[in-house]
């Protein structure tokens, strides 16, 4: 069965860093994108970050220049350097991943999500 599982979330000043790391484990055969999202308090689910397997990425409009999406294919591992973080930042970051398992079809796996405060 695949998981995945985040850590890094936290509660940091305006102007601020911190970095999301979302690891897959199982019976995983290929990874084909990772990705990242976020959803504050009264708003819809939005596409921060994603990273394909051959390196090339997308950004949200709102985090480029700020943020940096990095993958280590070797540990099934996503990250997120988040730099000069605006309150607005402020949401439950979700990883995701479209992955094949072993013997199964490719499908979309979510991690259960990281809160991320941005206060002074």
């Known amino acids: 069965q695949v998981q995945l599982v985040e850590s890094g979330g936290g509660l940091v000043q305006p102007g601020g860093s911190l970095r999301l790391s979302c690891a897959a484990s199982?019976?995983?055969?290929?990874?084909?994108?990772m990705g990242w999202y976020r959803q504050a308090p009264g708003k819809q689910r939005e596409l921060v970050a994603a990273?394909?397997?051959?390196?090339?990425?997308n950004y949200a409009d709102s985090v480029k220049g700020r943020f940096i999406i990095s993958r280590d294919n070797a540990k099934n591992t996503v990250y997120l350097q988040m730099n000069s973080l605006k309150p607005e930042d402020t949401a439950v970051y979700s990883c995701?991943?479209?992955?094949?398992?072993?013997?199964?079809?490719?499908?979309?796996?979510w991690g259960q999500g990281t809160q991320v405060t941005v206060s002074s």
């Open positions: 995701n991943a479209e992955l094949r398992a072993r013997g199964e079809t490719i499908r979309t796996y």
């Open positions: 199982g019976s995983i055969f290929n990874i084909y994108v």
């Open positions: 990273i394909r397997s051959g390196g090339s990425t």
